[in-house]
């Protein structure tokens, strides 16, 4: 059998073994627990290939390195442990075991691990994805870093002086047509219609795989996706991946699973705790409620523990060694643990747990109508945490240059969202909360 076509079975076998794996070990740890629930052995593996599906669990790439494939293998079992935590909190608490979850879960990482890489060692061990049997026309940009860069053969306008665009087509042809070249990566920014058309014509003559790469730093194609006008294509321009409805459901019932949790065994304990501390301080309410501009400018009630004196102005932004701070609240505040509330806004579907903060609506319309952008920060929902904030910009707003480095956080976020992206945005909220933040006040 052709190495091309045993590269094409690796990825359904790693998904066969993953699924015999997660019933297997499911049955070991919680057969006595669910022995005879259909619903529970359904779930696990409709999650799993779901959550797989999104995260891109399987795709494995040319160049995709064995820290990479750890990385996935760490964020497919973190989004696994909720949605299975999240079955038996929601459905079966009765038969809730911390224990048999947390063994489960070990191992289902130990063996994920083991078979993502030997997934990778075969992938690798392939004929056809060994990088000497590919070649890379047009653009040094498209080397990747390391060692394989030196096994590559590139054919590059310019590396020898006076050397041209078809002459370098010329050699790579004649190359791949002597040698066992199985793949061609030819860059679109350093050839023309008539050259592409050529290299097109030849990949299909010698049976030869032709990928065209556009610009890195300047093509807009990431962010379009390909519809037909009668029997032409064309390009259509979609604003944010969160524009499509299936990551937008998937966003959602990731935020409804993180809030529920919070304010199960989180919430319902700290806020008696919370409460009383306010309350022994000052007199008042113990949430502060207050309306922002959510999604589309629609106003939303945003909730937080109240950590300022009654009868303030609320509409000013905290600032530092602000008299308006209890002394409750500014613990509260250093710690974060005032924005906790919002997790109700989270489960209600006014806000995201990942997503642009929601601003003031003074600051709303302040800046909207000189910063570059602002607007676009309303496209989707805002968040308890987001980019912007875990890279340095919260709190207070002292400057157009703050709000505009802000913003392009922001944007950044809303163009190039995942729930890998949101994933690393609520740990590296966690790890500043407990290494402090200099704008925390």
Known sequence: ???????????????????????????????????????????QVIFWCAIAYFSKYYEAYRFTNALQHFYKVAIQLSLYLVAITGFFVFSRPAIYNVTAVTGYITMLLAVSAVLKISAYVLYCAMPVYHPENAIIVG???????????????????????????????????????????QTIYCSMAQTTPSQAYA???FSQKEGIALRFVPDN????????????????????????PLHNPALKIFKRIFDIIFSSLVIIFVLSWLTPIIALII????????????????????????????SMGVNRNS?????????????????????????LPQFFNVFLGDMSVVGPRPQLWYHNNEYKGHIHKFSDRLLVKPGITGLAQVSGYRGEINSDAEMQNRIRYDVFYIENWSILLDIRIIIQTVVNI???EEKAY
Not at 221 to 239: G, N, R
Not at 328 to 336: A, C, I, P, Q, V
């Open 199 to 201: 290299l097109k014509q």
């Open 279 to 306: 309350k022994l301080e000052t007199k008042g309410p113990v949430f502060f409620k207050q309306g922002r501009p959510g999604i589309d400018e629609t106003e939303f009630i945003c909730y937080k523990f109240r």
């Open 1 to 43: 059998m052709q190495a091309g076509k045993i590269v094409t079975y690796i990825k359904p076998l790693n998904v066969l073994l993953d699924i015999a794996a997660i019933t297997l070990l499911g049955n070991y740890f919680f057969s006595s627990l669910v022995h005879n629930d259909v619903h529970f052995w359904c779930y």
């Open 139 to 181: 653009d040094e940009l498209l080397l990747p870093s390391g060692e394989r860069s030196r096994l590559l053969k590139a054919f590059l306008p310019g590396a020898i002086p006076e050397t041209t665009t078809q002459t370098v087509l010329a050699q790579a042809m004649a190359f791949a047509k002597s040698g066992n070249v």
């Open 315 to 339: 509409e000013a932004m905290a600032v530092k060694n602000d008299a308006r701070v209890t002394k409750s609240g500014k613990f509260l505040r250093k710690t974060s643990l005032d924005e």
């Open 217 to 240: 730093i300047t093509s807009p194609l990431k962010s379009l996706t390909i519809d037909y006008f009668e029997a032409f294509p064309v390009f259509i321009a979609q604003k944010t």
């Open 434 to 436: 407990f290494m402090g």
